[in-house]
């Protein structure tokens, strides 16, 4: 009597796991012959947010400098990458920025309120980087942010949006979305590294 039902829920989490994986080491460059500067479409800059702390940050201070922001979940297999996200902000904090939003898009991984993310990310991590409170990276309800970020007539050429949690996508010194990394790709490597 169980037994489709049983096969029913193997078949989920076996595709979910598939799922997952899929596209985790992906990582996309800007072609070299691509134009992103246009005074008549938004720039990174351009953008304010709310962080965890209910403190609006104003993207523009980030200007002359790197920025990795990253799509984060409490619940997820790559959630121990907050630990390596906080290495990178404490050892390479001077070179770049790192910005998490939590986000409750893939698998039902960030179910929390922005309150219980914060103790959690402390608690757990012990996070200084700046974090910003929940929102949709992906689907109808999407950030004007992630909009921006996975939009080739925003950002210039990419349209990669985050396949599951902990994708990472990497700004320059001057607001230009150079790189794209998948979950898998983890902020410690060298493939992150050697960029900063």
């Known amino acids: 009597m169980y037994l489709p039902f049983i096969k029913m829920i193997k078949f989920f989490l076996i595709s979910l796991l598939l799922f997952s994986c899929f596209g985790a080491n992906k990582q996309l460059t800007k072609p070299e012959n691509t134009t992103v500067m246009d005074n008549n479409k938004p720039s ?14 104003d993207f523009s201070q980030y200007k002359g400098k790197k920025v990795l922001l990253v799509n984060t979940a409490s619940k997820c297999g790559y959630t121990p990458q907050y630990e390596d996200l906080q290495w990178l902000h404490e050892n390479y904090g001077d070179k770049v920025a790192v910005l ?10 960030e179910p929390g309120s922005n309150e219980e993310i914060a103790g959690f990310c402390k608690k757990n991590y012990g996070v200084t980087f700046q974090m910003f409170e929940k929102i ?7 950030h004007p942010l992630y909009q921006w970020l996975t939009n080739p007539e925003k950002n210039g ?12 996508y990497l700004i320059d010194e001057n607001g230009v979305l150079v790189k794209f990394f998948g979950s898998g790709v983890n902020p410690g490597e060298e493939a992150i ?3 900063l």
């Open 44 to 57: 990174f800059y351009d953008f304010n947010m709310t962080a965890l702390d209910g403190e609006e940050i």
């Open 100 to 109: 998490g939003f939590p986000a409750n898009n893939f698998g039902g991984q």
């Open 136 to 142: 949709e990276v992906v689907g109808k309800n999407q």
């Open 157 to 168: 050429w990419n349209d990669q949006a985050p396949s599951w949690n902990f994708c990472k």
């Open 193 to 195: 590294t050697s960029l």
